[in-house]
């Protein structure tokens, strides 16, 4: 294993790419993917080890670190700073599997996971493992990643494996990335950086060694695996880091700008001052929460409690929403403070602000549908809740 970089070496390392990343925004989106040299720099500069262990030589990052250094990747550019976001999982999952297993699956701190957790293909039980097939999406980091997880429904056979509460099993596979067919097919409103493409593969074996469920108990103590929410925790920091950077820029921009025909500065304008103001409001709300909920998850975890309160459940789930909802709504009022001027790509970056946090509040963690579990257990504190992620 190579030698750990620490949290402050982490965030420090992603600070000073910032510019770069900024100047290859127009690259990365056409590319459709992250150019290999920048892999290669996020991976010197630690990005994929955060959640590594401790005697593996990684840093092993609270959930408010990890926030931390995607945020800035964010902030410069999205599709960075969700590829990174993806791909530490890496280190997630090897809470999961016997040490020695994902030392072997996993020899290097900075390897980088891809893949679609939930079940969307099938596992037929076989002597020793599994043989797997089906169609999975959004494998962010496709290109670049070197091992893919596929959630599957079980079964045994021909027939479903039914759990104990009466639901099929659920468990993710992991195989690396050349065991599975990558399907071209990410071409998308935003986050087009990210190579979030298909994959696809029939009848592979995948051993049982490598499989596990969030459902069971997993093989590693420590705050990072107790609870399988882990891989959604960090994800908070991309819309926000959207927000942030669309803020910085229209305030910057009205610092200078006029009025035409009226020649009347936009500094001076009621108009633009209220609707600063209220963003920053709303941005500060937003960022507030989830950082009160991380922190206050974090506490609980570090002291080894596997029965989280309710509240804490419900803040860390409400917070993250809130973030994707209220991040897009002020982008999009930004959008209109600017005007006509905003429509242009090649000029304003508020045109990729709109679009990233739009595709970002596609994905599930990001939609009101998956508040209807939160309010269930807010309702009624004995609810039996199906998700293992709330």
Same mark, same amino acid.
């Given at each position: ?16 790419? %910032? ?6 925004? =127009?690259?990365?989106?056409? *590319? ?8 290669? &720099? ?6 994929? /080890?955060? !959640? ?45 599997? =016997? &040490? @020695?297993? !994902? ?12 893949g679609w957790l939930y079940p969307m293909g099938r596992a037929e039980r076989v002597a020793g493992g599994y043989k797997v097939s089906g169609l999975w999406r959004f494998a962010s980091g496709s290109a670049h990643c070197?091992?893919? =997880?596929?959630?599957?429904? *079980?079964? %045994? ?67 990072? $695996?107790?609870?399988? @929410? ?9 819309? +926000? ?24 500065p936009y500094r001076d304008s009621e108009r633009i001052r209220i609707a600063l103001a209220e963003a920053e409001m709303r941005y500060g709300a937003a960022d507030t929460y989830v950082r009160t909920a991380l922190e /206050? ?10 029965? *989280? ?7 860390? $789930? ?9 991040? /897009?709504?002020?982008?999009?009022? +930004? ?15 508020? =045109?990729?602000?709109?679009? &990233? ?20 257990? *807010?309702?009624?504190? &004995?609810? /039996? ?6």
């Open positions: 294993m190579q030698s750990s970089l620490g949290a402050y070496d982490i965030l420090q390392n992603v600070r000073a790419m %910032e510019d770069g990343l900024r100047a290859r925004a =127009d690259e990365i989106d056409q *590319l459709r993917r992250l150019p290999d040299d920048l892999v290669e &720099d996020l991976k010197r500069a630690g990005c994929f /080890r955060m !959640a590594m262990p401790k005697d593996w030589g990684g840093p092993e990052m609270s959930s408010i670190e990890q926030h931390e250094v995607i945020f800035e990747l964010s902030r410069a550019n999205a599709s960075v700073g969700w590829c990174v976001m993806i791909g530490l999982d890496a280190g997630i999952f090897v809470g999961y599997l =016997d &040490d @020695d297993v !994902a030392r072997r699956m996993y020899p290097r701190l900075d390897m980088i996971q891809a070197d091992v893919l =997880d596929a959630g599957c429904t *079980l079964f %045994e056979n021909g027939t479903p494996v039914m759990g104990e509460d009466g639901v099929p099993e659920w468990r993710v596979m992991l195989a690396p990335r050349d065991s599975y067919e990558i399907l071209d097919v990410w071409h998308t409103t935003g986050l087009r950086g990210t190579g979030s493409n298909d994959y696809r593969v029939e009848n592979l074996f995948v051993p049982e060694e490598h499989t596990f469920s969030f459902n069971e108990r997993p093989k590693r103590e420590g705050p990072i $695996w107790i609870k399988p @929410d882990a891989v959604l925790r960090k994800m908070s920091a991309i819309p +926000l880091g959207i927000a942030r950077d669309a803020l910085d820029h229209v305030t910057e921009v009205m610092r200078t700008k006029v009025e035409r025909p009226s020649g009347k /206050r998850q974090w506490d609980c975890l570090e002291r080894g409690m596997t029965q *989280l309160p309710r509240r804490v459940r419900t803040d860390a $789930w409400m917070s993250r929403t809130n973030a994707f909802q209220e991040s /897009r709504r002020i982008v999009l009022d +930004l959008y209109d403070l600017v005007g006509g001027a905003a429509v242009y790509a090649n000029e304003c970056p508020l =045109d990729r602000h709109l679009r &990233d946090v739009q595709t970002a509040c596609q994905h599930m963690v990001g939609q009101y549908k998956s508040m209807e579990s939160v309010g269930q257990l *807010l309702l009624d504190p &004995d609810a /039996r809740i199906g998700s293992p992620m709330l």
